[in-house]
């Protein structure tokens, strides 16, 4: 079983920047994918960023150029930089990680979701 745990999300005012941490820990021999995702009040859950392998990052069109994702190998975490903040990136985020137990079985899990609220 992997538990994902995130944290970095609060109140920011639009322009601001926040820093999404997500820690995975469990029997992981191996993390594959990784990627953040988000929900705001209505809408279906959307990809944000994400990390297929080394040297492949795919963003939504909405956050390229802000929103930069990247990972800690040694340490199984996960971190979404959010800068230049806007009041529509308001939603629930969530990570997302994909990978192998020790004993050769896949997981695919999702973390608890941290609330990011731009406004002033």
């Known amino acids: 079983q992997v538990q994902l745990v995130e944290s970095g999300g609060g109140l920011v005012q639009p322009g601001g920047s926040l820093r999404l941490s997500c820690a995975a820990s469990g029997s992981i021999l191996r993390i594959s994918a990784v990627g953040w995702y988000r929900q705001a009040p209505g809408n279906e859950r959307e990809l944000v960023a994400a990390?297929?392998?080394?040297?492949?990052?795919n963003y939504a069109e909405s956050v390229k150029g802000r929103f930069t994702i990247s990972r800690d190998n040694a340490n199984n975490r996960v971190y979404l930089q959010m800068n230049s903040l806007k009041p529509e990136d308001t939603a629930v985020y969530y990570c997302n990680v994909q990978g192998i137990f020790y004993n050769f079985t896949t997981f695919d899990s999702w973390g608890q979701g941290t609330q990011v609220t731009v406004s002033s």
């Open positions: 990390i297929a392998r080394p040297g492949s990052t």
